[in-house]
Every structure is written in C-alpha cells, then in structure tokens.
C-alpha cells in the first residue's frame, strides 16, 4: 500500500476506535450522533457540534460525535451499531453530510454560514440538498434561516454559544487600554478590514491606546495592516490564529472589541452570527458591533455595548470607551450577564433538546 494511503488509513481507524470510546457512555431512550465539518476547536465544529454533543447528555441524551475524516462505510458501521434517534449533518461542506447517504435515518441539518452564497453552484445545490432531505434545519442566523425555510418545513434559530468562564473577579485590563480585531483570518474580509484601519486612523491622537490585530495567517501582511497606526504613534501587535483557550486568554488583557460585518459590500457576511464577539463576551471585552444581523438582537446599544452603522460613530463610541473606562467596564459587565444566559453553550443545548424533542414528537 502507498504509504500516504497507509497513513490515511490509520488515520481513519484511530478516529474511528475514539468514536467508539464515545459508545461506552451509559445507555438512554434518547440518542443522537453529530457527523461535524471540522476539528474540536473554538469555531463551528467544536462551538455547535462537540460542545453541544456535551451538553446533551445531562439533558438525557446519549450523544456521539463522528469526524469528517471518517468514510462512508465506518459512519454506516456506526450508525448500525449506535441506533441513533436524530443524525445531525453539520453543514454540507463534507461530502459525505448528504442526508440521502442515510435514508433509514431522521436528519437534522446544522448550518452557520450562508454556503448557499458560494459562486460555485455545486456549493448551494449541496446546502439545498441537506435542507431538503433532512426532517428539521438549525440555523445560525435568521439570514440562514430565511434561506432554509424554502427548502425545510421545521428550521430553527439557535445561536452558536460557548462556555463561560470561571473568574474569582474580572480580568484586569492593559493600561493603555487596547482595541483589538479578532477574526479567523481578517485578511480575507477585505471590507471589514479597510473599516478597522479607517477607524484606528480616526481615533483622535490625545487618547492614548494600543491596538491588537489576532488570527493573520500571514504575520508579514499583519505587520503591513498596522503600519499607518504605528506611523500615528499607536502601539501594535499582530497575532497569528490561534487555539480558542488561547484566545481567550489573550483577551483578558482587551478593554475594547471590534465587531464589524459590512454585509452591504460584502453579502456573505449577512450569515455571519457573533464569531469571536463570544470570546469578547466571555472575557469582559467591550463590544463595538454593526448595527446589523443578529448583533441589534443581542446588544441593547450604550447599555451593554454599542451598535454602530457609520464611520463616525465607530469613532465616536471607541473614543468615548477609552474617555469614559468605568462606563467601558459597566457595559462588560451587563453584556457578560446576558451572554451567560442567552449564548452559553448551555442555552444553545436546551434549545437543541427541545427541537429534537419536536422532531421526534416528544414534546
């Protein structure tokens, strides 16, 4: 065998015997297996897809996670042996997350960006055909949503939530206070990333801050994005993506977070949800977000944190943050308040529980 397809196969057979690890959970009524897009991680397949699969199981649900490296034949291998009540296909991007690949199974598929954008017509037709074959949808938006409702009768919002963390008092903030852009990888939201330099460039230069770009893949287009702020006096630093916890831990020291989507250039952004806003939540950052998508359904602006539809009001609201840091911190406050109650991986679950429940008639 080439040894390319040997290391594959292992591959494959290691992950697989992980999955059955899983099976050796206590037996229930109520069970479930996620087929998820990606590894464990802080996006969508660790946040909707391993963490939720968690969270189930105190809710009664016996739950098992399947990787997208898996092939067909292991995936039927599992399914034969687990039984499971719901299959859940998290978004269409794997090949093998067709809900007519399992025809004996109740589908319930996971979307949490808007693929049915893509210019490539496979892309969509991929994300019609798991909307139509499936029983129910979870969308992460209601942009999502809007789209799925004409292809499936049962879809439901659920927000992609996070575990909070554990504080014996709130982070201690960096003095100057820093304003920071997280995003998996800001150079490929060229409109959004124009925004952030035009706001850094118009924050007047008697506030003193710093200003922090995280998740580049390219260090070196990194240091060239924050040049004009370094030119202007303000201290930088760029981060490579990186692993969630670390984030988050990076986080702490940020008084100020960044959330721009501009969904008028730049249409796939209209499904985009909260992303890294969560890790900001979680760890006391105050949010300046576009007033736009699920951010106004969230946010109640200048109370826990701030909407904002125009150049001079990005200005504006990160000047009078860095004026005002006990109003900052109040905003921090409240907005984590509400994140634990309303995007907690715990929220997210019970929501998830109660549509299977509807799906399989049980409530």
Request: with cysteine; hydrophobic share 40%; net charge positive.
């Amino acid at each position: 065998m080439n040894p390319l397809k040997l290391k594959s196969w292992i591959g494959r057979h290691v992950r697989e015997s992980t999955v059955h690890i899983q099976r050796l959970q206590p037996a229930s009524d109520l069970k479930v297996v996620f087929c998820v897009d990606g590894p464990r991680n802080g996006q969508s397949a660790g946040l909707r897809g391993y963490r939720i699969a968690e969270a189930l199981r105190p809710l009664g649900w016996r739950s098992i996670v399947i990787p997208p490296q898996l092939d067909l034949s292991q995936r039927q291998r599992i399914l034969k042996a687990e039984q499971p009540q719901i299959l859940v296909l998290q978004s269409s991007r794997p090949l093998l997350n067709r809900p007519q690949l399992y025809p004996e199974q109740i589908c319930v598929y996971d979307l949490d960006d808007a693929d049915f954008l893509d210019p490539r017509d496979e892309a969509k037709q991929a994300v019609m055909n798991c909307a139509t074959g499936s029983r129910a949808a979870i969308a992460g938006s209601h942009y999502i949503a809007n789209f799925l409702k004409q292809y499936c009768q049962q879809v439901e919002v659920i927000w992609t939530g996070s575990t909070p963390l554990k504080y014996s008092q709130s982070p201690v903030k960096e003095n100057p206070p820093i304003i920071c852009w997280a995003c998996a990888n800001p150079h490929a939201m060229h409109e959004e990333a124009s925004l952030i330099q035009e706001i850094m460039m118009g924050i007047s230069g008697n506030l003193r801050c710093q200003f922090w770009l995280i998740g580049v893949q390219d260090l070196k287009k990194g240091e060239i994005f924050v040049q004009p702020m370094v030119d202007r006096g303000i201290p930088c630093k760029v981060f490579p993506f990186m692993p969630y916890n670390k984030l988050l831990d990076t986080l702490r020291s940020v008084s100020v977070g960044l959330a721009p989507l501009v969904i008028e250039k730049s249409p796939f952004s209209a499904g985009k949800s909260f992303g890294k806003v969560l890790a900001y939540l979680n760890t006391y950052t105050t949010v300046v977000a576009s007033d736009c998508v699920e951010h106004p359904l969230f946010f109640r602006s200048g109370d826990n944190g701030i909407l904002v539809s125009s150049l001079s009001e990005w200005v504006e609201s990160v000047e009078f943050l860095l004026s005002n840091p006990h109003k900052s911190q109040h905003m921090a406050e409240k907005a984590r308040a509400d994140y634990e109650t309303r995007l907690s991986t715990e929220e997210a679950a019970k929501r998830t529980d109660q549509l299977f429940r509807q799906v399989l008639n049980l409530s």
